[in-house]
C-alpha cells in the first residue's frame, strides 16, 4: 500500500511506499497536538491510533494507495468570488478543487453546462489551479480561510 501525505501550505506530497496495513497511522505520520488528520477526501478526522485497515476499512491484501492530509483545521473557509460576489464555501482539507469548482457553481446557481469552462484561481493569478489539488495545501500555514476567484479556464487559441 502507498500513502501520498499532504501538509498545510505545501504542494509538495511525500510519498510512503509498500505500508503495512496493520500499522498504527501515528507510526507514518507525524500529528502536532492540535492537528487532525483526514484519509483520502473523508469529511472526519480519523484515530491516528488505528490501524490503516481499520481506518480504511480495506482487506490487508487490497493493493492501493491513499491520500492522508495532516492540517491544523478542521474546516477550511473558502471565499469564492464570482463576477463581484463572494460566498463561503467550507471545505475539508482532502476537498479537491475539482470538488470545491462543483460546489461554487451550485452555491452560485450557475447551469453546470455554463460552469463546465469555469476554474478556480488565486486572486490576482493568472493560473489556474489543478483540479486534482487539496484545498488543505492551499491555505497558508495558520490560517483555516482562503479567497479563491472563479474564472473562465484558459482557452488554447488556435
Known amino acids: 500500500m502507498r500513502l501520498y501525505l499532504h501538509t498545510p501550505g505545501s504542494l509538495d506530497v511525500a510519498v510512503v511506499e509498500d505500508v503495512d496495513p496493520d500499522a498504527n497511522l501515528s507510526a507514518i505520520v507525524e500529528v502536532g497536538e492540535g492537528d487532525f488528520v483526514f484519509v483520502d477526501d473523508g469529511e472526519e478526522p480519523v484515530d491516528v491510533q488505528l ?72 486572486p490576482g493569478s493568472d493560473d489556474d489551479l489543478p483540479s486534482s489539488e487539496c484545498v488543505g495545501s492551499l491555505v497558508v500555514p495558520g490560517s483555516c480561510s482562503l479567497t479563491l476567484n472563479l474564472l473562465p479556464g484558459h482557452r488554447e487559441q488556435g
Open 51 to 122: 490501524s490503516i485497515v481499520e481506518i480504511l476499512g480495506v482487506s490487508r491484501d487490497e493493493p492501493g494507495h491513499h491520500h492522508v492530509h495532516r492540517h491544523p483545521c478542521r474546516e477550511i473557509i473558502v471565499e469564492v468570488v464570482y463576477n463581484g460576489r463572494g460566498r463561503a464555501i467550507p471545505a475539508r482539507p482532502g476537498t479537491h478543487v475539482e470538488t470545491l469548482v462543483l460546489r461554487a457553481i451550485s452555491e452560485f446557481g450557475i447551469d453546470p453546462v455554463t460552469g463546465a469552462d469555469l476554474v478556480l484561481r488565486f
